[in-house]
């Protein structure tokens, strides 16, 4: 079975969409190492979504969060299958490393919880099987959460795109990604930790910025699987970054 990139434009839709006399969306961390972990974290006053739990292995890690987004020490939970037992969260949110996606999706999907990780799905395709398999089996939404998704220029690009009359055919499109460095844009050495670490992130970079081609490319195409694909790695600072 082929296994296609997913997206979050379904959980985007649950987060934005007003929810008019609907209760709101109660949500699990599961892991707060990732740096995007601070976009939930940090959404204090808002009543659309609501962090029930928050479950972080590394204790200094969860009293430096703890500290700084001043929440209750209640949130903060030692054991995610017992966090997921007691709070029957909505959805589960990965913000770990990325081999822990498994980990988190083995612990939700059984319990019927949705999850999203962040991009990449997996840190390899053992793993990336695994979690689709517990996802269909227990008819769960797994989503991944690819940043670009979000940007406003990439709606609009797909709108364009998909105008008849502004675009023809599309026969090839090349991406571009990259940037100065983890470390050089200031990811916090929690994040770090992992986010270098081959078994923990899988392919790194290659992963880390080759899924957002593969994940517009697929929006794009409608979900039309590709003909051919092709890559070209080259290693370097930008100068930007010098």
């Known amino acids: 079975m082929q296994l296609r990139f997913l997206f979050t434009a379904i959980f985007i839709l649950m987060m934005q969409a007003p929810r008019a006399q609907e209760p709101p969306l109660r949500v699990a961390l599961a892991g707060i190492s990732h740096g995007h972990s601070g976009w939930i974290l940090g959404r204090t006053g808002k009543t659309d979504v609501i962090v029930a739990g928050i479950w972080e292995p590394d204790t200094a890690l969860a009293a430096k969060a703890q500290r700084q987004y001043k929440l209750p020490a209640s949130l903060f939970h030692t054991s995610l299958p017992a966090m997921l037992d007691a709070l029957k969260p909505d959805a589960v949110l990965a913000f770990g490393s990325v081999y822990a996606h498994l980990e988190v999706t083995e612990a939700a999907a059984p319990r019927g919880i949705h999850v999203m990780v962040e991009k990449p799905l997996a840190a390899n395709l053992a793993h990336a099987r695994k979690m689709e398999s517990l996802a269909r089996k227990h008819r769960i939404h ?41 470390k050089e844009i200031g990811c916090g050495p929690e994040f770090l930790a992992w986010l270098t670490d081959p078994v923990l992130n899988g392919a790194g970079a290659l992963n880390d910025f080759g899924c957002y081609g593969a994940n517009i490319m697929t929006a794009l195409m409608r979900d039309k699987a590709p003909v051919s694909v092709s890559a070209v790695q080259t290693r370097g600072i930008p100068a930007c970054g010098r």
């Open 142 to 182: 797994l989503l991944t959460n690819y940043e670009t998704s979000w940007y406003p220029s990439v709606h609009t690009s797909l709108r364009l795109a998909a105008d008849s009359n502004l675009a023809g055919a599309i026969r090839m499109a090349r991406f571009n990604h990259g940037h100065q460095g983890p």
